[in-house]
């Protein structure tokens, strides 16, 4: 889409501008710049971070990353462990197992490993690729201001690196997000506050490049040690992590030196000769969240939104999910065709996943976190029982839903993250949003949904560039043909014939009627507050 210029856009010199280039601020950024808007990518260095923290995602992000044709499960820099993750005691019996080996509903594997810096990289080149993103990379976002128009926003050169002047500029924007991280500038000069569950753990991460073959049995697991509690996992193809507790009494900087480092590894068999240290630091693990993630023309996103203890791996999913979620209601409503209290719904429905994971993460953290051989004996039976009390059955993938929104509560599966099945469409065999697309989506089975739908209703769809798909059986006339029976599965679960699904691929509203369907499209569309004119500026 190309931007059109309407009266008032001379005085603004972009649509977004966005404080942070971590993996949220540049996802936004390639979100709105592929769909024509004008953004402003600013971060404080020049150079690239280049530390590793996140080392896994999962199935919702793999999805999100396909849609920038990052294909999770064939990509050279991401890999994935054909096994369970297990939680073990000190003789080495299991106390848990949750099911990481699964393909999950939405149509990707349950988890996938990484390196982040070389994932920022790639989304940072990706930006580089539309025209209408601009990056300005050595500049701190210090102050913001903003009207009913738009937010002026003052950058400084980052007096950190070389050759800083002071020099100072200013950039008028019709939005901002702060993706500027834990200790957000632009959190703080909108006054939210943070919710803090006072959780504070410090742990040892050690990012480890063996130099040969280096096999894990299993490759992903926790070592609930009360003398050390221990995470090892992998980290990407070629990298493992290692994940030490600080104990009580112990000084983080002393156990982050080098020659700490090793000695703790040498029972994993890694030594100086074999293996590369690539990085030794000592994290501070919290738990908490804003208490609202926009304002005005200004939203926050990622860890500038909230933290998490990274025991679930979830931290920067929260984040990419935020980026997908302000995307879609930006992009709207800088097409004039949402109003921006749109964003309203951006935070009660991120705010409460969110939350979910941080609550979850934390619950994870005290049972792994126990350093008392006592408690942690207690532990071990009462976890052992509850194992052998279900068979030694894995747990399942989470399901989260999110918080109340631009969806409707009364159909079933609404707020969650939609299945995928395979379909055969336009000639193509694949996932469905590789096949049929995404966006807007109103799937009818065996039924065209078109039809269901009242004109007005079809007319709002069209506003939204949302399409409609009939899905069959093999054999049937159809748009995709429901090749592995997924959907027909799915929406006999839920009592279902009709589903629309959201660009961020959560379902806005099923129905087994036109009638109710009908009611419950009415009432998710008021809640998008839809707009007829290009108010915004961008056609
Ligand atoms: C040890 C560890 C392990 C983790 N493991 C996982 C995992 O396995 N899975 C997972 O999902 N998550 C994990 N996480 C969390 C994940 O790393 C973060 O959630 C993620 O990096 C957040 O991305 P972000 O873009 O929101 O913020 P950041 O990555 O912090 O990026 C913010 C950017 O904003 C810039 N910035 C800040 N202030 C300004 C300013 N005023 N002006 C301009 N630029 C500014 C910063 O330089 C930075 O580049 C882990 C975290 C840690 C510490």
């Keep these: 889409m190309t931007p059109t210029t309407t009266s008032n856009t001379q005085a603004f010199d972009t649509d977004v501008a966005i404080v942070g280039g971590g993996p949220v601020g540049t996802l936004l950024a390639i979100l709105l710049g592929r769909q024509g808007k004008r953004v402003t990518l600013i971060e404080r260095w020049s150079e690239a971070y280049g530390r590793p923290r996140a080392v896994t995602y999962d199935h919702e992000i793999a999805r999100i990353l396909a849609t920038l044709d990052i294909d999770s499960e064939n990509d050279p820099a991401i890999n994935y462990h054909d096994e369970l993750y297990y939680w073990k005691d000190t003789k080495g019996e299991n106390l848990q197992i949750v099911d990481w080996q699964s393909t999950s509903a939405s149509g990707w594997r349950v988890r996938y490993w990484f390196n982040q810096p070389d994932l920022e990289e790639r989304l940072t080149r990706i930006a580089d690729t539309y025209p209408t993103v601009e990056q300005l990379r050595g500049w701190n976002g210090v102050a913001l201001a903003q009207d009913a128009d738009g937010v002026t926003l003052t950058l400084q050169r980052n007096p950190r690196e070389a050759g800083a002047n002071g020099e100072t500029r200013t950039l008028r924007a019709r939005f901002v997000v702060g993706a500027d991280g834990a200790n957000s500038f632009v959190r703080e000069s909108l006054g939210i506050e943070n919710e803090d569950k006072g959780y504070f753990f410090d742990w040892l991460i050690l990012d480890m490049i063996p130099k040969g073959p280096y096999e894990m049995k299993p490759a992903q697991w926790q070592l609930c040690d009360p003398k050390r509690p221990t995470t090892i996992v992998p980290a990407g193809p070629g990298r493992r992590r290692w994940e030490y507790m600080v104990m009580p009494g112990e000084s983080g900087e002393e156990l982050q030196k080098p020659e700490s480092a090793w000695e703790l590894l040498k029972p994993w068999g890694l030594t100086p000769q074999n293996a590369e240290l690539e990085r030794s630091a000592v994290y501070r693990f919290q738990a908490r969240w804003a208490k609202v993630?926009?304002?005005?023309?200004?939203?926050?996103?990622?860890?500038?939104?909230?933290?998490?203890?990274?025991?679930?791996?979830?931290?920067?999913?929260?984040?990419?999910?935020?980026?997908?979620?302000?995307?879609?209601?930006?992009?709207?409503?800088?097409?004039?065709?949402?109003?921006?209290?749109?964003?309203?719904?951006?935070?009660?429905?991120?705010l409460e996943h969110a939350k979910h994971y941080i609550n979850f993460s934390q619950e994870l953290g005290k049972i792994i976190c126990i350093a008392d051989e006592q408690q942690a004996a207690e532990r071990d039976v009462r976890m052992k029982a509850e194992l052998a009390a279900r068979n030694n059955e894995p747990v399942p993938t989470d399901i989260c839903q999110l918080g109340q929104g631009a969806w409707c509560g009364d159909s079933a599966h609404a707020g969650e993250l939609s299945v995928q099945g395979v379909v055969e469409a336009h000639g193509r065999r694949d996932r469905f949003d590789q096949a049929v697309g995404r966006g807007w989506v109103m799937i009818g089975l065996d039924v065209d949904p078109a039809a269901a739908l009242t004109d007005a209703q079809r007319e709002q769809l069209a506003l939204l560039n949302g399409m409609t798909v009939k899905v069959g059986a093999p054999g049937t006339a159809c748009d995709a043909v429901d090749v592995e029976g997924t959907y027909a599965k799915w929406l006999a679960t839920i009592d279902a014939k009709y589903v629309l699904l959201r660009p961020d691929f959560y379902v806005a509203v099923t129905a087994n009627s036109p009638e109710i369907l009908q009611q419950r499209f009415d009432r998710v569309m008021s809640r998008l507050h839809l707009q007829n004119a290009a108010a915004e500026a961008v056609a």
Excluded at 305 to 330: I, K, Q, S, T, Y
Aim: negative net charge.
């Design 293 to 350: 993630w926009h304002q005005g023309r200004c939203a926050i996103a990622g860890d500038a939104a909230h933290l998490m203890p990274p025991f679930a791996g979830e931290g920067m999913c929260a984040g990419v999910r935020d980026a997908f979620a302000l995307g879609w209601r930006l992009n709207a409503i800088l097409e004039g065709k949402m109003g921006i209290d749109v964003l309203e719904s951006y935070t009660t429905e991120r």
